[in-house]
Structure formats: structure tokens, C-alpha cells
Nanobody, 127 residues
Framework: QVQLVESGGGLVQAGGSLRLSCVAS????????MGWFRQAPGKEREFVRA????????AYADSMKGRFTISRDNAKNTVYLQMNSLEPEDTGVYYC????????????????????WGQGTQVTVSS
């Protein structure tokens, strides 16, 4: 079992940047595929970015292409989401998720694909 703790959210003006972090407990972080999702007020949770165990394969949602970057540091048990050129529509709670997988190149893009979730971090983008 793994526990996930997100941080780095906050209030930022449109056009600004934030870097979210998600730290995982345990000693087997490198065996987990990781993902970021977000949930805007009154909307369903949606996929943002995913990264394979090795960090060499990435999946992304087209709507955020070019502005958001996912990365991971297996030595620090941490996955990051760098968000640039933020827009008010990016406002919401951002969650990281994990699933233990055998495939080193596997990426998971659906909510049901993940077993573990963090508590979320609030991102608010003002216009």
C-alpha cells in the first residue's frame, strides 16, 4: 500500500506558473505508474497527465498540451506537475494517483486505472 501527499497548490494570477509535488510513502515507488487528475467545481474529475514507472513514457490530455509537464524522481519518491501559462479554467483540486504495474512503460489515463489517491491540492487561478 502507498500513501500519497500532494503539495504546491495555491492562488496564482492568469499566466502564472505552479509546480505541484506528490510524495509517496514506501520503498517501491519505482514500481508505480503515476498520474495527475483534476476536478473543477461542479465538474467530474478529469485526467491531466500520466507517467510510466521509468519516467520514459508520458500521456497527456490534449486540452492542456504544451502547458503542463509531468516528471518523476524515483530517488525522492516524488512525481511533479509543472503548470505554466495558467488559465482561470485550470482552477480546481489536483490529485495524484498511483498503481503498481509490471510494465515499465505502462501509462494509465483513466480514474479506474488507479488504486491509490492523494487528498488533493487546491489550485486557484484568478483572471
Amino acid at each position: 500500500q502507498v500513501q500519497l501527499v500532494e503539495s504546491g497548490g495555491g492562488l496564482v494570477q492568469a499566466g502564472g506558473s505552479l509546480r505541484l509535488s506528490c510524495v509517496a510513502s514506501g520503498r517501491t515507488f519505482s514500481r508505480y505508474a503515476m498520474g495527475w487528475f483534476r476536478q473543477a467545481p461542479g465538474k467530474e474529475r478529469e485526467f491531466v497527465r500520466a507517467i510510466s514507472r521509468s519516467g520514459t513514457k508520458i500521456a497527456y490530455a490534449d486540452s492542456m498540451k504544451g502547458r503542463f509537464t509531468i516528471s518523476r524522481d524515483n530517488a525522492k519518491n516524488t512525481v511533479y506537475l509543472q503548470m505554466n501559462s495558467l488559465e482561470p479554467e485550470d482552477t480546481g483540486v489536483y490529485y495524484c494517483a498511483a498503481r503498481r504495474v509490471e510494465d515499465t512503460l505502462g501509462v494509465l489515463t483513466t480514474i479506474r486505472g488507479y488504486d491509490y489517491w492523494g487528498q488533493g491540492t487546491q489550485v486557484t487561478v484568478s483572471s
